[in-house]
């Protein structure tokens, strides 16, 4: 009987305490909310958080879908947002003049002829085959100061002054329909816009990589016009959230690096991209922080130096400040 006892008392303890287990709520996950902007250099955003990267690290993302580097920016001032997934790095530079740290970044992403994202596009029809045929054209441009000034100075580079030609900004979303309508001769746009409208047959590429070989002077140089940014406030009043942030996206990052046609499927919903170009958007490459060269710092410095010049940053800066190596 003495057994028995024991036994039930030891079948009753196990029942107390797995029911103890069970009452003792989830620990719940760190809420983070992500700026982003529908375009493919927002793809680390797409692949961590549909692929649980972020879960992973017990953060639950809300997006926050905003249109340009402006809106981002201001988000970030106000604590709307906490990170964004992809920020103009001349807009975050000349935020951080006025706020220090307001854009602190996590990631950059390289871009070039190889690893194309801006580029000059005509409308089919026309008769224009390089730069310099622009020449009169009504040119639309991606949102943005950062990309108003970086179309004028490659234009400018090629010997067309502003005067030669007429360039306005439009939403991504409306390039390809104002293109098929005549609307405007030329674009400055981004991907996988560009494509989209290439494989469409609604216009064709004059030239990509143009930020590298005209304004840094080397077509093979990493033109770091945009990345992943978070506040400095998120990092100082949220470190571990932060870290565990940063582990995710530096996970995303790798696949897409390593696997590019694995990491295009993320594009079909989250951006402009049609599932009949998916397999042809170009694909940066991305860059953690923790990851750069000399050779790249001094590249992301020579850029933000050129915005500088043009008075889009007023005044110089040490990007170095801006950079959080997790």
Known sequence: MQFVSR????FATVFVSAAALAAVPAVAQDKVKVGVFPVSSSLPYFVASERGYFKEQNIDTEMVRLIGGPPNIAALITGQIDVSAVLVTIEGMNANV???GVATYISINAQNKQYIMEQFVVRAGSNAKTLKDLKGAKILSAPGPANLVAARAVLAKVGLKEGDYTLDQLDMGQHMNALKAGTF???YTLEPNATAMIKAGVARRIEAGVISSYVLGDPTAHAFAAGGAMSADFIAKRPDVAKRFAAAWAKAIDLINNNTNEARKHLLKNTFTPP?????????????IRD????DRQQFQQFIDFAVSTKVVPEPIDVGKYLKAF
């Open 7 to 10: 036994t039930i008392r030891g």
């Open 98 to 100: 006025k706020k220090p």
């Open 185 to 187: 001769d030329a674009g």
């Open 276 to 288: 009949e170009v998916v397999d042809d958007v170009p694909i940066q490459r991305y860059f953690m």
């Open 292 to 295: 750069l060269t000399a050779k």
